[in-house]
């Protein structure tokens, strides 16, 4: 069954925000426990951001691999349990101001807790572990060996970009890829052992969730990024030059968000080689993120219809021009390879008439985010009388101010317009907005914690176009110990919103 078609509703949290000793979010005992408050608060779906590895800026939409996790997710407290590592090898309980992560020392100390813990498996894992880290390899083999070459060459080349690296590894040969593989093995190993611990981590994680009731929804950036395992091992299916430059690359023009578009740097892909492969390699990570998560939302949605080109020498996103996407053609192969597709559309932007009926050919759910609703009148697409129940309905998304930091910042017209929509005075304006959207048509409807907790605009995930400080947010457990939860449960319950109660 496609959780998408019941009425439910559920909570945005990245595990990075969940509250632990370790300086993030992980996989640890706060995701149990969360998914438990979402089951005391009649939630059902849990969204996250990507769970790959942090890139630039440390967005988690610009990983090193489209399949591989992120190793600061793997919970340091397991490796104890299992006996790889030791306690009185933990670092102290990171201070952070204001709860906030520092990914240069988490990362710090994680990888080096990772190293610790793959030299004593290796030393004395057992048979059975060291047995379930092969099956693991030989099942991920399609994914993992590419994945951890590249890891692995680029440590050993000073993390130079690939296109720079000797050329018989950069333009992949073979006898230069054995070589490299001969050489670095432990290295390999190193990373195949932290995608092992994740997966290992992760599929333990997922089960607890489902048997709770709570269905995972999982986010496809819809490009990958240069410095990536996936552009290094197939250079055809994207758009570069002889010596392995992108010549164009992704982004928006200008919009809501930014004067001056978004120029988010990724290569392009070469859609007519996707389609010489029957779209194999979009096949292989739709299918990789399905088995993780039980609905995925797509980024960009909008980049299969056509996307936003920009040559590879701008410094802005203004100067690009509109290019065709793959359009139904790779839809059509995805129905051939799934039963069903449990797929989101995010399709917010600037979003033309083929964006929209290629969403509504495969009956994918679009997004509708309240935040969006006020700036005009009663016409306004993200009025919630203008839903239907096919859609995700959001107050915000993890890209928007928390509903209180827009209200705080929002100009007269809106506010009076939402008080007269909502019915309110805008003191409760976070509550009044979660109100609204569940009782919506909306099949489902998602919440970003922070507004749940009635937090302000110091909390929000991200801001679109800044190049620091985002994704950096984290919720204490004493945020939680008010009437939040039994009213979120309330309001759930009165729309019949709860599946468990059906």
């Known amino acids: 069954m496609n959780p998408l078609s019941i009425r439910s509703s559920g909570i945005l949290l990245h595990p990075t925000s969940l ?26 779906t849990w969204q996250m951001l990507p769970l790959g590895e942090i890139g630039s800026c440390n967005s988690p939409y610009m990983s090193s691999s489209a399949f591989a996790g992120s190793p600061l997710l793997i919970n340091p407290d397991e490796l104890i349990e299992l006996g ?109 052992f932290c995608q092992w611990c994740y997966d290992r981590q992760w599929r333990k994680l997922k089960l607890y969730a489902n048997a709770s009731g709570v269905h995972l929804i999982g986010d496809v950036p819809i490009f990958v990024a240069y410095q990536s395992a996936d552009v290094w091992a197939h250079q055809d299916l994207f758009e570069l030059d002889a010596d392995g430059y992108p010549t164009s690359v992704a982004g928006v023009p200008p919009d809501y968000f930014s004067k001056t578009g978004q120029l988010w740097g990724n290569p392009l892909y070469r859609w007519e080689h996707h389609a010489a492969t029957d779209y194999a390699w979009w096949i292989a990570r739709m299918k990789h993120m399905l088995q993780h ?54 399709d917010l932007g600037l979003i033309t008439p083929d964006v929209i009926a290629l969403r509504d050919k495969f009956n994918l759910p679009g997004m509708r985010i309240l935040q969006f609703a006020f ?16 859609a995700v309905a959001y107050t915000g998304t993890h890209d928007n101010d928390t509903s209180i930091g827009w209200w705080n910042s929002a100009g007269q017209h809106e506010k009076d317009f939402a008080r007269r929509y909502l019915n309110c005075d805008g003191s409760q304006i976070n509550w009044d ?49 008010g009437e939040e939860t039994a009213t979120l449960a309330a309001v759930t319950e009165k729309d019949k919103r709860n599946p468990r109660l059906a």
Request: net charge negative.
């Open 84 to 192: 790889w590592l030791k306690v009185e090898e933990l670092p102290p309980a990171f201070a952070t101001p204001n709860n906030r992560v520092d990914y240069a020392a988490v990362k710090q100390s994680r990888m080096a807790l990772l190293r610790l813990a793959e030299n004593r498996f290796r030393q004395q894992g057992g048979k059975r572990a060291y047995a379930a880290f092969e099956k693991f390899c030989d099942e991920s083999q399609n994914w993992l060996d590419d994945y951890a070459l590249f890891k692995a060459i680029r440590a050993n080349q000073s993390r130079r970009d690939w296109n720079v690296w000797p050329e018989g590894l950069a333009k992949r040969e073979a006898d230069a890829l054995q070589a490299a593989t001969v050489s670095l093995a432990d290295e390999i190993g190193f990373w195949k």
């Open 19 to 44: 509250p632990g000793p370790h300086g993030c979010g992980d996989f640890g005992e706060s995701a149990y426990r969360f998914i438990d408050w979402l089951v005391s608060a009649g939630q059902s």
């Open 293 to 346: 998560f039980d609905v995925v939302r797509v980024d960009h949605f909008r980049g299969f219809a056509n996307y936003w080109a920009v040559p590879a020498d701008e410094l802005t996103a203004i100067n690009g021009e509109w290019r065709p996407g793959p359009g139904e053609h790779l839809f059509v192969a995805f129905k051939a390879a799934f039963r069903v597709l449990p797929i989101i559309a995010e």
């Open 433 to 481: 907005m979660i109100r609204t959207l569940s009782a919506s048509v909306a099949n489902t409807v998602i919440y970003p914690l922070q507004d749940v907790i009635g937090l302000d605009g110091a909390h929000r995930m991200n801001f679109p176009g800044k190049a620091r400080d985002n994704w950096e947010w984290r919720f204490t457990w004493d945020q939680l110990e």
């Open 375 to 390: 700036g005009e009148d009663e016409r306004n697409y993200f009025l919630p009388h203008h839903y239907v129940a096919n």
